[in-house]
């Protein structure tokens, strides 16, 4: 089963979907995940990001902190073959926002906490 949650009234074009991964399937959770970009915190302060259906594309990523400050940005032209970055970045506890932009115009963003 899946929960939606809608706390905005007007109805945005982005929402979050909670998944009871005890309940999930692990194809079924990269069935979820595979199309979206996203990102985590892997071991030794790296961020890896998973690219989607960004995959092959070139992607402009950048990295800003709660007050807006940009403090990391990186292009590159992903491979098809390989699906994700590693990148090792010294911030500072927080929350951050991932944004990834490719060159036909897709933009992702994410919350992402360090």
Do not use: C
């Not at 961020?47 to 400050?69: C, K, P, R, S, T």
Request: proline letters at 3%; zero cysteines.
């Amino acid at each position: 089963d899946y929960n939606f949650q809608q706390d905005t009234a007007y109805g945005p074009d982005r929402f979050e979907l909670i998944v009871a991964l005890s309940s999930v399937s692990a194809e079924e959770h990269n069935r979820i995940l595979s199309s979206d970009p996203f990102a985590y915190k892997g071991k030794a302060n790296s961020l890896i990001i998973n690219y989607g259906d960004l995959a092959g594309a070139f992607v402009e990523m950048q990295l800003v902190n709660i007050n807006g400050q940009v403090v990391w940005h990186h292009g590159e032209q992903t491979s098809q073959s390989h699906e994700s970055g590693r990148f090792q970045q010294e911030l500072t506890p927080g929350m951050y926002i991932l944004s990834l932009k490719d060159n036909e115009g897709r933009s992702y963003q994410q919350k992402v906490m360090w």
